[in-house]
């Protein structure tokens, strides 16, 4: 692959493969299974093996992109930049034992040591002229250009959760619920003003197996103190047990939550009030922040993949429309909201656009290198030798 003086080697694109595959893996995919490979995921038959493979023939033009446009604004890779090439390249070494172990393994890769190293030093260029492009963190990108990115990419919105499970709750030996001093169970919390106790046969009162004194009632049964008392949960390996209503309970709640939908529907104030009513999260009614691109969550980890069911409804809502979406923990009654201006900078919000300036930089660097790409040559010859996402190593490391 060339772009005038510019080139990239077959090497350093199955090396880009092997990182493909590396990633793959740790989100969960099957890299090791051909079947997987080999599915067809198009109607012009396409697998997931072209699929990537066309993927990473794209990401190594932007490589060579990014060296033609490095040229061509004049710049010099400093020299705090290339030591950092250096140490890395030393740490490698001795992580592997000596450079001729790393070989053996970069040999699965497509590559050996130089190789390795050209590859990195390619790849700070690229985040140097990045640097130079928009900024070390964003700070030159307009305005104009972070809303736009915001807004095709973002949308807010305010939920009201009604959870399909409930906690199980720790009960006594006479069916009671259990209550106890704190949310981590130190000691059972006992009405020890209206509640007495019993003299076992050693003579000593009788405790309970956190070690406290326990407390009776005149029914015979234990004396909790439930206005100081915290409610205590069944745990298992530190977290809460739960379980899941029965679809008799399920449809009484899908009735409740359309109504609160149908009642609040473009109203956020209304829908404000009915989520802090009715709302069983921390979160209910709150303004909320996501990144809508489909399958986002889902390739993240299954469990939040009802979020794209989520981003999906909100991307052809109007602001204060109101619908319900299901997932594995209930029911969510969404309202749409306006984004905020300047969102992307606020400090409540920050967890959600930490990688906001990362993600817009690279959004506009594909657009720059998209510029290009009528100038990039590939020797179709070469490509079609090389290798593919089956034959090449997963690469985790480098």
Request: aromatic fraction near 14%; glycine fraction near 8%; charge should be negative.
């Given at each position: 692959?060339?772009?005038?003086?510019?080139?990239?080697?077959?090497?350093?694109?199955?090396?880009?493969?092997?990182?493909?595959?590396?990633?793959?893996?740790?989100?969960?995919?099957?890299?090791?299974?051909?079947?997987?490979?080999?599915?067809?995921?198009?109607?012009?038959?396409?697998?997931?093996?072209?699929?990537?493979?066309?993927?990473?023939?794209?990401?190594?033009?932007?490589?060579?992109?990014?060296?033609?446009?490095?040229?061509?604004?004049?710049?010099?890779?400093?020299?705090?930049?290339?030591?950092?090439?250096?140490?890395?390249?030393?740490?490698?070494?001795?992580?592997?034992?000596?450079?001729?172990?790393?070989?053996?393994?970069?040999?699965?890769?497509?590559?050996?040591?130089?190789?390795?190293?050209?590859?990195?030093?390619?790849?700070?260029?690229?985040?140097?002229?990045?640097?130079?492009?928009?900024?070390?963190?964003?700070?030159?990108?307009?305005?104009?250009?972070?809303?736009?990115?915001?807004?095709?990419?973002?949308?807010?919105?305010?939920?009201?959760?009604?959870?399909?499970?409930?906690?199980?709750?720790?009960?006594?030996?006479?069916?009671?619920?259990?209550?106890?001093?704190?949310?981590?169970?130190?000691?059972?919390?006992?009405?020890?003003?209206?509640?007495?106790?019993?003299?076992?046969?050693?003579?000593?009162?009788?405790?309970?197996?956190?070690?406290?004194?326990?407390?009776?009632?005149?029914?015979?049964?234990?004396?909790?103190?439930?206005?100081?008392?915290?409610?205590?949960?069944?745990?298992?390996?530190?977290?809460?047990?739960?379980?899941?209503?029965?679809?008799?309970?399920?449809?009484?709640?899908?009735?409740?939550?359309?109504?609160?939908?149908?009642?609040?529907?473009?109203?956020?104030?209304?829908?404000?009030?009915?989520?802090?009513?009715?709302?069983?999260?921390?979160?209910?009614?709150?303004?909320?922040?996501?990144?809508?691109?489909?399958?986002?969550?889902?390739?993240?980890?299954?469990?939040?993949?009802?979020?794209?069911?989520?981003?999906?409804?909100?991307?052809?809502?109007?602001?204060?429309?109101?619908?319900?979406?299901?997932?594995?923990?209930?029911?969510?009654?969404?309202?749409?909201?306006?984004?905020?201006?300047?969102?992307?900078?606020?400090?409540?919000?920050?967890?959600?656009?930490?990688?906001?300036?990362?993600?817009?930089?690279?959004?506009?660097?594909?657009?720059?290198c998209k510029k290009y790409e009528s100038m990039v040559k590939i020797d179709r010859s070469v490509a079609s030798e090389a290798p593919d996402m089956i034959s090449v190593g997963t690469n985790k490391l480098y």
């Amino acid at each position: 692959m060339t772009l005038e003086d510019k080139s990239i080697s077959l090497n350093t694109y199955e090396f880009l493969l092997s990182r493909m595959k590396g990633t793959l893996s740790s989100y969960g995919y099957s890299v090791d299974n051909p079947d997987f490979w080999n599915t067809i995921i198009s109607s012009d038959g396409a697998t997931y093996n072209d699929y990537f493979c066309d993927n990473v023939l794209n990401q190594a033009s932007r490589y060579v992109i990014a060296e033609y446009l490095f040229d061509q604004k004049g710049l010099v890779l400093t020299e705090e930049r290339e030591k950092i090439v250096d140490d890395l390249m030393e740490a490698q070494i001795k992580k592997a034992g000596s450079k001729n172990q790393l070989n053996a393994v970069l040999k699965d890769y497509g590559v050996n040591y130089n190789m390795l190293r050209e590859i990195y030093f390619t790849e700070a260029r690229i985040d140097m002229l990045k640097d130079t492009l928009y900024g070390d963190k964003g700070e030159l990108i307009g305005k104009e250009e972070k809303d736009k990115y915001l807004n095709e990419n973002y949308v807010a919105f305010g939920q009201l959760l009604v959870a399909g499970y409930y906690y199980v709750i720790d009960t006594d030996k006479f069916g009671d619920q259990v209550y106890y001093t704190d949310d981590k169970h130190t000691a059972i919390s006992y009405d020890k003003v209206n509640g007495h106790t019993k003299i076992n046969e050693y003579g000593f009162e009788e405790k309970d197996i956190l070690g406290g004194v326990v407390y009776y009632n005149d029914e015979g049964k234990i004396a909790y103190d439930k206005k100081n008392g915290v409610l205590g949960y069944t745990m298992e390996d530190g977290e809460k047990v739960i379980e899941y209503y029965d679809d008799a309970k399920m449809s009484e709640i899908y009735t409740d939550v359309t109504a609160y939908a149908a009642e609040a529907d473009g109203s956020i104030e209304k829908f404000k009030e009915l989520a802090k009513k009715y709302g069983e999260g921390e979160s209910d009614g709150d303004i909320m922040y996501l990144f809508s691109s489909p399958g986002y969550y889902a390739a993240q980890h299954s469990s939040y993949a009802y979020l794209d069911n989520i981003t999906k409804e909100l991307s052809t809502m109007k602001v204060g429309e109101c619908k319900v979406v299901k997932s594995d923990f209930g029911y969510h009654v969404i309202c749409k909201y306006e984004i905020e201006e300047n969102v992307y900078d606020s400090e409540k919000q920050k967890d959600v656009f930490l990688d906001f300036y990362e993600e817009l930089t690279a959004y506009l660097f594909e657009e720059e290198c998209k510029k290009y790409e009528s100038m990039v040559k590939i020797d179709r010859s070469v490509a079609s030798e090389a290798p593919d996402m089956i034959s090449v190593g997963t690469n985790k490391l480098y």
